[in-house]
């Protein structure tokens, strides 16, 4: 399997095409938009040596933020990227849980971020970035310090995200619709919820 960055988004769909990460149909996204297209990152991280060879090609990026103490994921997607990026930069490495009751982010299991500690956040893919602005107060809460942001797939069209950088193995561009702006040809197609974040 390929493990060289792509350049440019049409090369990126083409390496997720080769893992089988790309799914075509109709999707609620966990932003409560729509798409046509579904990254499924479970497909990239059944695959740890070779993400890790991607991973490894950020480190010098990933220094470049300054020093980091803690990486932080999402559970679940998040967790698995995070352990790598832990592993690849020498970070102590946790994750947050959603409640199912509130559906709010917390830490759990013995997970602490000391006051100043300087924290990367990390996740799979991010297309609107709601989790990490969730987990970014999250963090400023308990006193850390947000030093960046690191993904394996980035969906947004941005290089920032709630004014921290974002460092990324690939960038992709995939067309996203707001719930009421839905094209007739895609309103055809049933929707589907991948995923485990509530949509609000």
Request: net charge negative; aromatic share 6%; charged share 25%.
């Amino acid at each position: 399997m390929r493990t060289e960055l792509p350049a440019s988004s049409a090369e990126a769909i083409e390496v997720l095409k080769d893992y089988g990460a790309v799914e075509e149909g109709h999707f609620i996204l966990a932003s409560g938009n729509h798409s046509n297209y579904y990254v499924k990152k479970g497909k990239l991280v059944q695959h740890p040596w070779e993400l890790q060879r991607m991973i490894e090609q950020r480190v010098e990026a990933l220094n470049g933020l300054g020093g980091i103490d803690v990486v932080l994921s999402p559970a679940m997607g998040g967790v698995p990227v995070g352990q790598q990026v832990g592993l690849a930069i020498h970070a102590r490495t946790i994750y947050a849980e959603r409640n199912a009751e509130t559906n709010k982010m917390e830490l759990k299991r013995g997970f602490e971020i000391k006051p100043g500690e300087r924290v990367l956040l990390v996740e799979d893919v991010i297309t609107t970035g709601g989790t990490f602005l969730e987990l970014t107060d999250f963090v400023t809460g308990q006193g850390g310090e947000i030093a960046g942001v690191f993904v394996i797939v980035n969906r947004s069209g941005k290089d920032t995200i709630g004014g921290f950088p974002l460092v990324a193995c690939m960038e992709i561009v995939l067309p996203i619709y707001a719930p009421d702006q839905l094209p007739e040809w895609l309103e055809k197609i049933p929707a589907v919820r991948p995923g485990t974040k509530r949509v609000e």
